[in-house]
């Protein structure tokens, strides 16, 4: 079987179509066109991207990379300052690096580090307390990290696809 991108075996299959008159030929051409599909071999994802999940020490972001383990990925990359505490069994699967969302050399470093394709931006400061306490700690975290996070992808791998999760806040 040959490589093939989808897109390009359709466009293929279309003009074909177009440029065949008989029923019975365009019938052919559809069957052929199902094992066209079948034959075609997409890649394994989860054997080279490279996914950086932000707040991977967090609840979510601990499941998330539970997750992303389960279904084969191997290449997972946890971001945390780990100040609500720390999960040694991160180490067996992912690679740590250690840094504050609040401060743009942590996220330049880490991103540099590596070619990333995916990031999953869940590292925030969630507890009301802290927020009472110190709002300014609370906006770094949430609203600056996020910023910084942004600013650092931009320079350092622009093509990388980002999801973010937002807290009750």
Same mark, same amino acid.
């Given at each position: 079987?040959?490589?093939?991108k989808p ?9 074909? @179509?177009?440029?065949?008159n ?14 066209? &599909?079948?034959?075609? !071999? @997409? ?7 490279k ?29 945390d ?5 720390? &999960?040694? /069994? ?6 740590? @690096?250690?840094g /504050? ?7 330049? !470093? ?28 609370d ?6 990290g ?24």
């Open positions: 079987t040959q490589l093939c897109h390009e075996s359709n466009k293929i299959m279309w003009e074909l @179509h177009n440029s065949i008989s029923k019975k030929d365009k019938d052919e051409l559809l069957l052929a066109q199902k094992e066209i &599909r079948r034959s075609i !071999k @997409h890649p394994d994802l989860s054997s080279f991207m996914i950086l999940i932000t707040g991977g020490a967090g609840f979510i972001g601990f499941n998330c990379a539970l997750i992303l383990k389960e279904r084969g990925y191997k290449n997972i990359h946890i971001f300052n780990f100040e609500k505490g720390y &999960r040694p /069994d991160l180490e067996n699967f992912t690679t740590i @690096h250690r /504050d969302l609040s401060k743009s050399e942590d996220l330049t !470093k880490c991103l540099s580090s590596e070619s990333f394709d995916g990031i999953l931006h869940f590292g925030a400061q969630t507890a009301v307390t802290t927020s009472i306490k110190d709002p300014r700690r906006f770094e975290t949430n609203a600056l996020t910023f910084n996070l942004l600013e650092s992808v931009r320079k350092t791998c622009p093509k990388a696809k980002i999801i973010y999760s937002s807290s009750n806040k």
